[in-house]
């Protein structure tokens, strides 16, 4: 019984399922960042066209799945123009300063305890949480640029560099 119940569920394939790839496609367009709305959209478009969900990720294992939608804004973003990429870090680099700087002036010492400090801690460390992503995001497309640099055997300068946040 079990082994009938093994073989009605799709396996998920080794390599990205060209029809996943397809709509995966067509919900990016020319976007190379994905982000959970994208992912659901994936999910959505799939079961609307009838095919198993498994077929939206690929993998080895279930802990080495990657989301097909993942590799579709790899290869997006491997086909954008160096300075659209530039403008996007730019653009990440300062919704990180703004956060920051917001994160830091309504920071008051005389505050720590009292009444509504848990909510100002969550507060904080909600956007602290949200400059670490922006930062996972800017350091993937430093790692395009200077992925770039090295095929082309120059050393890429005048480049923002990584935020630490």
Not at 40 to 60: D, I, K, S, Y
Request: charged residues 30%.
């Amino acid at each position: 019984m079990q082994d009938e119940a093994q073989s009605l569920t799709p396996r998920r394939p080794l390599e990205p399922h060209p029809d996943a790839m397809k709509i995966a496609r067509k919900i990016l367009g020319a976007r190379f960042e994905a982000d959970h709305k994208d992912g659901n959209a994936m999910l959505a478009a799939a079961r609307e066209q009838g095919m198993p969900v498994e077929f939206t990720f690929f993998g080895p294992t279930s802990m080495h799945a990657k989301r097909v939608i993942e590799v579709a804004a790899d290869e997006n973003l491997r086909a954008a123009p160096q300075t659209r990429i530039k403008q996007r870090i730019k653009s990440l680099q300062g919704k990180v300063g703004a956060s920051l700087a917001a994160s830091v002036s309504s920071f008051d010492p005389t505050r720590l305890g009292g009444r509504g400090a848990a909510g100002r801690q969550r507060d904080r460390a909600r956007a602290s949480e949200g400059r670490g992503l922006l930062g996972l995001r800017l350091e993937r497309l430093q790692a395009e640029l200077d992925r770039r640099a090295a095929a082309n055997g120059t050393p890429e300068s005048g480049t923002p560099g990584s935020v630490k946040c």
